[in-house]
């Protein structure tokens, strides 16, 4: 059926209001969307800003932690006031614009670390921090926590930096030490913070007491038993690595451990992987390798200083353990003998949290 003229006209001026309707409705939604990116651009530069200022904080906490007087006092101001409140306004700034934000770019970063986390058996909390802050807090927490050791934890924050700064062979272990000390000067604290500092958990620090692999037989508990032979069933104590690849692994008294041990340190040390009597391949290049030893406690108790008793103690590990193994580690620390001071502070420190716990716990106030 053909319009009429006035039909045509009539459905023509009707075509042409639904247009004009239409051309207002997209203007209005422009001007909302122009808006929202101007709004958008200035959550952005807020933005900037606050990471800005958060960098100028931590480069101020690197300056503080140079030369050879650590200022503990402006550097735990930095980390536990300046940079958290820093770190809130920029955590704040951010959920800002995930309300306003109006093109979204890339995966969301926790869902992927989400995705590693249980992959890993890490802290996802860990994994979204960032790996610079991580570091950047490392000297300053081992000072807190351990005392009486700056020369000792500055020699170990700086060969994790190395290594988290790609200068160490990738097939190797992230990092590797011998700590040389008596009982009760801090090696175990030490191993303890960083496990909990780089890898977030108590349970990603591995401790092997070597006294219980003295004996020929008693490797086999380590790397497992070949086939055929008794207690080929159990698990070598190795092989807990493979769900722990990001871990501490603490190799307690090295020294009473069999010489066939050492060997097997070597290959770890060596190709940073470890081939056990199942076959089964343990791979520890992301892992820090820690040993301990109690070789020329002795020399601490009499009255020399560090200087000599430092090169006593080469003299005696150069006599127990092989020149190949020795050279292959990143670092051997000397730990200081602990002076009345430091005792003391240590005290303090162990009362203030005992005291905590009991408040804590048993709702009792001393």
């Given at each position: 059926?053909?319009?009429?003229?006035?039909?045509?006209?009539?459905?023509?001026?009707v075509?042409?209001?639904?247009?004009?309707q239409?051309?207002?409705?997209?203007?209005?939604?422009?001007?909302?969307?122009?808006?929202?990116?101007?709004?958008?651009?200035?959550?952005?530069?807020?933005?900037?800003?606050?990471?800005?200022?958060l960098?100028?904080?931590?480069k101020?906490?690197?300056?503080?932690?140079?030369?050879?007087?650590?200022?503990?006092?402006?550097?735990?101001?930095?980390?536990?006031?300046?940079?958290?409140?820093?770190?809130?306004?920029?955590?704040?700034?951010?959920?800002?614009?995930?309300?306003?934000?109006?093109?979204?770019?890339?995966?969301n970063?926790?869902?992927?670390?989400?995705?590693?986390?249980?992959?890993?058996?890490?802290?996802?909390?860990?994994?979204?921090?960032?790996?610079?802050?991580?570091?950047?807090?490392?000297?300053?927490?081992?000072?807190?926590?351990?005392?009486?050791?700056?020369?000792?934890l500055?020699?170990?924050?700086?060969?994790?930096?190395?290594?988290?700064?790609?200068?160490?062979?990738?097939?190797?272990?992230?990092?590797?030490?011998?700590?040389?000390?008596?009982?009760?000067?801090?090696?175990?604290?030490v191993?303890?913070?960083?496990?909990?500092?780089?890898?977030?958990?108590?349970?990603?620090?591995?401790?092997?007491?070597?006294?219980?692999?003295?004996?020929?037989?008693?490797?086999?508990?380590?790397?497992?038993?070949?086939?055929?032979?008794?207690?080929?069933?159990?698990?070598?104590?190795?092989?807990?690595?493979?769900?722990?690849m990001?871990?501490?692994?603490?190799?307690?008294?090295?020294?009473?451990?069999?010489?066939?041990?050492?060997?097997i340190?070597?290959?770890?040390?060596?190709?940073?992987?470890?081939?056990?009597?199942?076959?089964?391949?343990?791979?520890?290049?992301?892992?820090?390798?820690?040993?301990t030893?109690?070789?020329?406690?002795?020399?601490?108790?009499?009255?020399?200083?560090?200087?000599?008793?430092?090169?006593?103690?080469?003299?005696?590990?150069?006599?127990?353990?092989?020149?190949?193994?020795?050279?292959?580690?990143d670092?051997?620390?000397?730990?200081?003998?602990?002076?009345?001071?430091?005792?003391?502070?240590?005290?303090?420190?162990?009362?203030?949290?005992?005291?905590?716990?009991?408040a804590?716990?048993?709702?009792?106030?001393?």
């Amino acid at each position: 059926m053909r319009l009429t003229a006035a039909e045509k006209e009539k459905k023509d001026e009707v075509e042409v209001f639904n247009l004009q309707q239409e051309i207002k409705k997209q203007q209005r939604e422009f001007v909302e969307l122009l808006g929202l990116d101007q709004k958008e651009n200035k959550i952005i530069q807020e933005l900037n800003q606050a990471k800005k200022e958060l960098a100028q904080a931590e480069k101020e906490l690197i300056i503080c932690q140079e030369g050879e007087k650590l200022d503990l006092d402006k550097a735990s101001e930095l980390m536990n006031l300046t940079i958290p409140s820093r770190k809130e306004k920029v955590k704040k700034i951010e959920k800002e614009a995930n309300r306003n934000v109006l093109r979204k770019y890339f995966i969301n970063r926790e869902d992927i670390a989400l995705t590693i986390a249980q992959k890993y058996d890490l802290s996802i909390g860990k994994i979204l921090a960032d790996e610079q802050q991580k570091l950047l807090f490392l000297p300053v927490i081992l000072q807190q926590r351990v005392k009486g050791q700056k020369q000792a934890l500055r020699a170990v924050s700086d060969a994790i930096f190395r290594a988290r700064a790609g200068v160490q062979d990738p097939n190797h272990p992230l990092a590797s030490f011998l700590f040389v000390g008596p009982t009760g000067v801090g090696k175990t604290e030490v191993a303890l913070t960083i496990a909990e500092q780089l890898f977030d958990q108590k349970k990603n620090l591995i401790r092997l007491d070597m006294t219980e692999f003295s004996e020929p037989h008693s490797i086999s508990k380590l790397i497992g038993s070949p086939p055929g032979y008794i207690g080929f069933e159990e698990r070598p104590r190795l092989e807990v690595i493979r769900e722990k690849m990001y871990s501490v692994i603490l190799f307690d008294e090295i020294e009473k451990s069999h010489p066939e041990a050492i060997n097997i340190l070597l290959q770890i040390l060596d190709n940073g992987f470890l081939t056990l009597a199942n076959g089964r391949e343990v791979n520890f290049r992301n892992t820090i390798i820690i040993l301990t030893t109690n070789l020329g406690s002795e020399l601490y108790f009499e009255g020399k200083k560090m200087d000599e008793i430092k090169e006593e103690l080469n003299f005696e590990l150069k006599s127990h353990f092989r020149p190949e193994f020795l050279n292959r580690l990143d670092e051997i620390v000397f730990f200081n003998p602990l002076s009345r001071e430091v005792i003391k502070e240590i005290i303090i420190k162990e009362l203030d949290l005992f005291i905590q716990r009991v408040a804590q716990e048993k709702n009792i106030t001393l």
